[in-house]
């Protein structure tokens, strides 16, 4: 395999291959540098045109989660994160919600390079897009597009989840 540097390539695609869903959380905090690092990682993804119409509200008050875990059904989960990312799209940019889910990737997979855990919660078209908004004093131009719930994985050990093989996916030239 010709490889330009396979030292990057090979952690790149470790991170992207294990990268995993983690919804229990020890009590423990991210340093404030690694959450900057993951979410310069985020503000790196891909855009259309380069708009980069995303911005990022991070929650550490544990009243704050406790009240997303309220409103989001299926996070209940961030209530014991660490941290709490909400990823906000303008919302009159026609590409809001392909660009912020780049961006919420980007951010899922640098929190695991780091070590750190993390899951995201739908934000888009969700009942609770709106109040989380209002709750995170987000003006109505911007939409949640996905909530990240991030801290210390409390996992007795990892278990991939099964994946669809790649030759039921993939198709050459046609679907067949």
């Not at 990022?56 to 059904?73: H, M, Q, S």
């Amino acid at each position: 395999m010709n490889v330009r540097n396979p030292g990057i390539a090979n952690f790149g695609i470790t991170v992207i291959q294990s990268r995993h869903s983690v919804r229990k959380f020890k009590e423990e905090e991210i340093p404030q540098e690694f959450i900057r690092k993951a979410l310069e990682c985020a503000s790196k993804a891909p855009t259309g045109r380069n708009k980069q119409p995303w911005i990022f509200v991070v929650i550490k008050n544990k009243e704050t989660l406790k009240k997303i875990a309220e409103l989001a059904p299926n996070g209940k989960f961030i209530e014991g994160a660490a941290v709490g990312i909400l990823v906000f799209g303008e919302a009159d940019w026609k590409f809001t919600v392909e660009d912020c889910c780049a961006a919420t990737e980007n951010l899922l997979l640098a929190l695991h390079a780091y070590g750190y855990g993390g899951c995201w919660i739908a934000g888009n078209q969700m009942p609770y897009t709106d109040a989380v908004r209002e709750l995170a004093n987000v003006p109505e131009t911007y939409t949640l597009i996905s909530i990240v719930a991030a801290g210390v994985p409390d996992v007795g050990g990892i278990t991939l989840a099964e994946k669809i093989p790649l030759e039921k996916l993939v198709y050459s030239e046609k679907y067949q």
